[in-house]
Each structure stands twice: as structure tokens, then as C-alpha cells.
């Protein structure tokens, strides 16, 4: 996502398009964060829209690089799928297509594809209002980094405190967690002995109808310290 403009290699999209119970489980997580101008970095097809804008808000940029991914989301916009409140734009936060109002930047599972993380936090505080969020989740622990990651196109995973050492000198850190404990095992498990390069339909809904729930559950029992993703959520200062 160096240009404005980009292919997406990964194909993960409509594999985890019904993952339903995992997207309510991140609408639960980031809600309180979201405010009334949005940018979501890296939309895709809109799945992670679909559960995270309600219509109550007043703009929902959806950013896009894959100009194709784009087309689809606004036809699905179009059709009335998605609230109005929403618009496709085919570019990054490099595009001239943010100001001031913004008050809330999505990254969900999107920033493991931006090699220069850094400057890209940096960048979505600069486009933003004083006391609005930045908002990252991404999948957690470098040692669970899988052939399916590389496929994808990520450039790495993260922790608590690799995530935290991205803070932009412009910005408070607010929220720092661990979502997914019982995933964090089924990856583990995949990592040293299935191996596999990309997880199945029947793999993922087994993850997403039994893990996930069951984790939403054991989450906060364990303190949150563990999960198989990550959430960071950043406050820009006044």
C-alpha cells in the first residue's frame, strides 16, 4: 500500500465473509472508539463494515486501494446492502480525500499489510480531530506467522508491545489488549502440525461458531492476556 492506487494479493476476503460471530465479537471490542466521521483504511468488500457502521453516522469513508474491491463495495452501497452513509474511495490516506473532521481511523486486519507501519499511524493521526481514535486490530504473535500470512500479503504480526512502540508522538495509547484466547490454540495447533497454507470453509466455521464464542467467554475470565489477535486503540492529543 505504498501508492494510491494498489492490486490486493491476499484472498482471505470472502473466506472469512461469514465469520459472523468473530466481526460481532470486533463490534463488541471497538464500538465505544467509533465516532460520527469515519475513514476505514483497507475496506475490502465492505465485510467488516457490514457489522461495524450502524447508519447513525454522519461519514463513513471507506479506503480502498484495490480499485476493483472498490467498484464491488459501492455496488453493494448502491444496492442498499450497506448504509448510505457510506462512500468507496479507491486510494490510501496519502489521497486527498481526508480533512479534519474525521474523528475515527479503522485499521481491521489491514495494517499487517502496510510494510511502513510507523509513518502509516503517523499519517492517520495527522488526518484526524483532537480526541478522536485510531483503532488497529491485527492478528497477534509473530511465531504463529503461517504460509497463509505470507499468501496474504502480510509483512508481519504483532504484540502488545510491538503495537504500543508504534504510538505516533502525537497520540495516547488508551486501550491495549488480547482478543481470542481459544483461537490463539487453534493457530498454535495449525502452526506445528497441520501446517496447512490457507485454513478451509469447514475450518473456519468451526473457529468462528465454537472458538470464538467460547472465547468470548473465557476472554475476560483470563484477563485478556492471551488471544490470537491483538487491539490497539490510539487517542490523538488536544
Known sequence: MASDTATYVGHELELFAQATHWKNYIQHAVQPFIGDHVMEVGAGLGGTTRFLCDGSQTRWICLEPDASLA????????????????????????????????????????????????????????????????????????????????????????????????????????????LDSVGLLASLANRLLLRSAEPTHRQIQLWDKGMVRTSRVLDPMLGRKIGKSVLGVWRKNA
Not at 473532521?101 to 485499521?107: K, P, Q, S
Request: glycine share 4%; aromatic share 6%.
Open 71 to 178: 467498484a464491488k463495495l459501492q455496488d453493494a452501497i448502491n444496492a442498499g446492502e450497506i448504509p448510505s452513509c457510506c462512500e468507496s474511495v479507491v486510494g490510501t490516506l496519502t489521497t486527498d480525500c481526508v480533512n479534519s473532521v474525521i474523528d475515527t481511523v479503522l485499521y481491521i486486519d489491514v495494517l499487517e499489510h502496510i510494510e511502513n507501519d510507523a509513518e502509516e499511524l503517523r499519517n492517520a493521526i495527522r488526518v484526524m480531530k483532537p480526541g478522536g481514535h485510531v483503532v488497529v486490530l491485527s492478528p497477534a504473535h509473530q511465531w504463529l506467522f503461517t504460509p497463509f500470512d505470507e499468501a496474504i500479503g502480510h509483512f508481519r504480526r504483532y504484540t502488545k508491545r510491538t503495537l504500543s512502540a508504534l504510538t505516533p508522538p502525537d497520540a495516547t495509547l488508551v486501550h491495549l489488549t488480547y
